[in-house]
Every structure is written in structure tokens, then in C-alpha cells.
């Protein structure tokens, strides 16, 4: 249940992670085709606020309508596809190995499967008023799991996080489900989070946001006497690679391609490319050109909100003042308290020297780095951290002479992209929305698609458990009709 859309204090902590405890333990036996229905009834009433949702977002945040119609449609296909899961169930890993009695020593009857940790603290995030927030990806397959969530609700889109609550409210009541399997608050200040996160009865924190901001939830949690995961997305700058014979052969269209990926979304997504890579030659040039026009007709836009516009401000002219680095595209146009997209270049020796270029510029920014040779480039790639993405655009010419590259590249990035570009990420089983740190701080994780319930649960086996006491998941006759791996074979 929503409090409101007040803020809390932190006494109210105690009395909010009590009920979600409370909560928790009978939420866990609710059986999974009625935890389907709890997740398909959110999404039904999330689609019946209507055009009040999509309005006031629109005020919260300038983000077009456009962009929130389909961010909306995303969300409530995740909670969806979660619903589905959980029909079909197999994703709780129900594994079956039988006593051999007379093996010396004799072999327990074995049985293991995925269960829920506990209750869950999730923070919206301001990029995704929808799809990373109140009912967003880390909720809807928290609730999968059959954890309690808390979300904390994000301060630049509290009216649309209360109402996204309200709707989620309506579905715990048509679905009969325990009253506090869903709590929403808001807080002013990190007391309220740190607490959050350092509740006894916090199982795992769910974050998408700055690098400052999920490092800092990450060591709150590390300190508590009984540590618990903090799953941090805090973005990356998703390296790309312009390999020669591509932009021989399409300097012009990989540039064009990559302006509208640099400023989709006034660049406010975690897969915006942050920093392109190429070779001196005359197909750099080529693309060069054709990248400082598009971006130079690309009008300025209005940021998530204000801090976020001042941050990128900061953040860019830093850039830009670094030894070696000057601008590629010209400030063309430029309107108070709008964004105005920049690209930014410099040598491959000068950025191997300065740190501080390889940090994300939150916005429509990259910078293009020009080496000298592969071997350079190569090097520069080397010294970029762990990342949610890194592409290469190449021919089969430019694979043939660099072999190595996909080798590489999968000890970067969660997400290896080859000819494309890593804006827009698809929400189905084979997705990986995650990384080495910084880009989460947990890189066997994914916080897109069906995987992203195995953040919430944990393994446990029971050994020599009579049928009758045993989950359904685990019962010799398979009640529940899902796959299973029995004595080592495959799931069947
Ligand atoms: P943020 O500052 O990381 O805040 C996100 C949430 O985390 C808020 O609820 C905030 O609490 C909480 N939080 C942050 N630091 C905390 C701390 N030390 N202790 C406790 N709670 C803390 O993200 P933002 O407001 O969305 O944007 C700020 C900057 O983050 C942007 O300018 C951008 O650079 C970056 N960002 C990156 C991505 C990405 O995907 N790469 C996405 C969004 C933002 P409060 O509500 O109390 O402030």
C-alpha cells in the first residue's frame, strides 16, 4: 500500500519494514498463478489511468508524449512477461536428485529450488519515470519472486510515482494480496534511503541512477552488520569502435546513425555512446564531417529536470577544458535551460593521459577519440572500465585483420553490439542489461528481461524432506506441471 504522497521521517522506517516483513511472509505462499494475476491486474491498472498518467508525467519531466506512451507500454509488457514466467515456471530451477540407498555412502534424497530473500528496497530512477521506477523492471520482478517491495519514490517524478502506487494499490485489493507486499514513500534527504537500505529486514536494493548515488547505497549495505546485495546500474559510457574498412565504406551513415543515437532521448539513457573511436584517415574524416553537421542541426531540448541540465553543463565544459580537447560540432543554436547536444574531440594520447575524460556525461554528448593506429585504439579500450555496452562497427575485412576484438570486448561489456547502436534495449530472455563496475555492482546480473527475478532469490536445498512438506515445486508428482532437472538430466 501507498502511505502517500507525503513524505516520511525516519521513525515511520521501522513501522514500513515491519509491514513489509509481515508482509513478506505470507505474500512468499501466495501460489504463482495468483502472483500472475496480482502482475497482470497492475499492468490493467496502470494502462486505466489513462491519459492523467501520461500528462502528468509529461509536466514532471519533458519527456514527449510520444517517448511516455511507449515507456508505459514497455512497463506493463515487462509485468506481463513476469506474469508469464511465472505460469509457466520454470524459472525457480526446481531440481530433483533421488536417495540412492545403496550407494556407500548412501545418497540423501536432494531437492532444490529458487526462494525469495525478503523484502526488497527499490529506488525509482529519474530516466525512467515508468520503466525503472514504481512498477518499473526491478518491482515487477521483485513481486515476481515473491519479495515485498518498498519503492523509494524519485523526487523529480512524485506525482507519477504516486499515481503508478494508486494503481498498484488497486491491484493488491482486486487481488486479495497481503496489503503490504507494496509500500511507497518518499523521503527528503539520504537519511531516508541510507535507513532504508540499513533496515534489519532489508533483504536487497534494487538502483538505477548516478555512480555517487549507487556506490553510496552499495556501502551502506556492505557496513550492516549482516550485509545484503545492492544491485547498482549507475550507467557507462559504451565505447564504440569505428573500425577502418566501415568507415571507408560508410563513413556517412554510421555518423548519421550514431547523431540521432548521441541525442535520442536529449541523451538520458545509460546506453548513450559516450565515447567513439577511430583511426586517423581519410574515412575518420568523412565521418567526422558528416557527424559535427547532423548533430549541428539537432535543436536543443529540455533535460529530465534542472539538476540533471546543470550537471551536464558542468560536467561538459570540464570535458572540453581538458588539455588536447576541442569541440567537432559547433554550439549552433542554443536556448536558456535547454540542452544543446556537443560532440568533443581529442588525440588518443592526450585521453590515455586524463582520467577524467572516460567519466559519463550525463546528455546529448560524446567525445570522439582519434588514435594513431589499431594498436592504439586497441589500448584506449583496454583502459575504459566495466561497461553496459561497447560496439564495433566493422566489415568482415576489418574482423579478418583484428580477430581479437570480440574477445575483448566481453571482458568490457555486458553487451557486445556489432553494426549498431546501443540506444534501445530490447526486453526479452537473452538481453543483458548489466556490466563489469562501475556499471553495476553486481556483473552476473541483468536488470532487463526474465533474468532480472534472479537478483531477488537465493538457493535452497532440502535433503531427505518427506513429499507432503516439500513446495509443490519440488513434490514427486510435479503438481505444478514445470520443467524440472531430475537425477542430472536436462530440465524436462
Ligand atoms: P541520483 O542522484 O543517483 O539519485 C537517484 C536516487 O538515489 C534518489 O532517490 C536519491 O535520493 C538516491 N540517492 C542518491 N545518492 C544517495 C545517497 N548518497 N544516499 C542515499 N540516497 C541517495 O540520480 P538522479 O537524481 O536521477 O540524477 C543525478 C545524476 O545521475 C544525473 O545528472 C546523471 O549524471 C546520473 N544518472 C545516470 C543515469 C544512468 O543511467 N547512467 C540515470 C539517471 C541519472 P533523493 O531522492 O534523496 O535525492
Redo the contacts with the bound molecule.
Keep these: 500500500m501507498s502511505l502517500s504522497n507525503s513524505l516520511i521521517s525516519l521513525p515511520e522506517i521501522d513501522q514500513i519494514m515491519e509491514q513489509s516483513m509481515k508482509s513478506f511472509l505470507d505474500f512468499k505462499k501466495v501460489n504463482a498463478l495468483d502472483r500472475a494475476a496480482f502482475l497482470e491486474r497492475i499492468a490493467f491498472e496502470i494502462e486505466a489511468l489513462g491519459e492523467e498518467l501520461i500528462k502528468t508525467t509529461q509536466e514532471e519531466t519533458n519527456l514527449p508524449e510520444a517517448r511516455l506512451l511507449g515507456e508505459r507500454g514497455r512497463t506493463t509488457m515487462q509485468l506481463r512477461m513476469f506474469a508469464a514466467m511465472l505460469k509457466e515456471g520454470s524459472w525457480v530451477e526446481a531440481s530433483i536428485d533421488h536417495a540412492i540407498p545403496d550407494k556407500v555412502p548412501a545418497k540423501p534424497d536432494i531437492r532444490k529450488m529458487l526462494v525469495p530473500t525478503g523484502p526488497v528496497v527499490v529506488?525509482?530512477?529519474?530516466?525512467?519515470p515508468y520503466a525503472y521506477s514504481t512498477a518499473g523492471g526491478d518491482t515487477a520482478s521483485a513481486l515476481a519472486s515473491g519479495c515485498s517491495v518498498v519503492v523509494?519514490?524519485?523526487?523529480?517524478h512524485l506525482k507519477t510515482s504516486t499515481l503508478i502506487a494508486s494503481a498498484i494499490d488497486k491491484a493488491i485489493v482486486c487481488t486479495n494480496m497481503p496489503t503490504h507486499c507494496f509500500q511507497h514513500v518518499?523521503?527528503?534527504?539520504?537519511?531516508?534511503?541510507?535507513a532504508l537500505?540499513q533496515h534489519s529486514f532489508t533483504s536487497a536494493v534494487g538502483?538505477?541512477?548516478?555512480?555517487?548515488?549507487?556506490r553510496?547505497?552499495y556501502d551502506?549495505a556492505a557496513v550492516r552488520p549482516k550485509p545484503i546485495p545492492v544491485f547498482s546500474?549507475?550507467?557507462?559510457t559504451n565505447p564504440v569502435l569505428l573500425l577502418p574498412d566501415a568507415l571507408t565504406l560508410n563513413a556517412e551513415t554510421i555518423a548519421i546513425q550514431y547523431a540521432g543515437s548521441i541525442t535520442l532521448g536529449v541523451g538520458?539513457?545509460?546506453?548513450?555512446p559516450g565515447i567513439l573511436m577511430g583511426v586517423s584517415s581519410d574515412g575518420l574524416e568523412r565521418f567526422k564531417k558528416a557527424l559535427a553537421n547532423a548533430i549541428e542541426q539537432i535543436a536543443p531540448s529540455k533535460m529530465?529536470?534542472d539538476?540533471?541540465l546543470k550537471?551536464?553543463q558542468n560536467?561538459r565544459s570540464k570535458a572540453l577544458q581538458t588539455k588536447g580537447v576541442s569541440a567537432l560540432s559547433n554550439e549552433v543554436s542554443s536556448i536558456e535551460n535547454f540542452a544543446t547536444p556537443v560532440i568533443a574531440q581529442v588525440a588518443g594520447i592526450d585521453f590515455l593521459q586524463n582520467e577524467n575524460l572516460k567519466e559519463?556525461?550525463?546528455?546529448p554528448y560524446a567525445i570522439l577519440v582519434e588514435c594513431a593506429d589499431i594498436e592504439e585504439l586497441k589500448n584506449v579500450w583496454n583502459t575504459l572500465s566495466g561497461q553496459l555496452t561497447t560496439s564495433i562497427m566493422g566489415t568482415d575485412v576489418d574482423f579478418e585483420s583484428q580477430p581479437d576484438l570480440i574477445e575483448m570486448a566481453t571482458l568490457i561489456a555486458g553487451r557486445v553490439l556489432l553494426n549498431g547502436v546501443p540506444t534501445g534495449v530490447e526486453v526479452c530472455a537473452s538481453m543483458v542489461h548489466g556490466g563489469p563496475y562501475p556499471a553495476t555492482t553486481d556483473s552476473r546480473f541483468t536488470a532487463v528481461g526474465i533474468n532480472a527475478v534472479k537478483r531477488w532469490v537465493r538457493p535452497v536445498c532440502f535433503q531427505n524432506c518427506p513429499d507432503h512438506l516439500l513446495p509443490d515445486a519440488l513434490k514427486e508428482q510435479n503438481p505444478l506441471k514445470i520443467k524440472r532437472m531430475i537425477d542430472g538430466n536436462p530440465y524436462q
Design positions: 529506488f525509482g530512477a529519474s530516466n525512467f523509494k519514490a524519485h523526487p523529480a518518499a523521503g527528503n534527504s539520504f537519511e531516508i534511503g541510507k537500505v538502483f538505477t541512477g548516478s555512480f555517487s548515488g549507487g553510496a547505497l551502506y546500474e549507475m550507467g557507462s538520458q539513457f545509460c546506453t548513450n529530465l529536470h539538476g540533471i550537471a551536464y560536467n559519463e556525461v550525463f546528455g
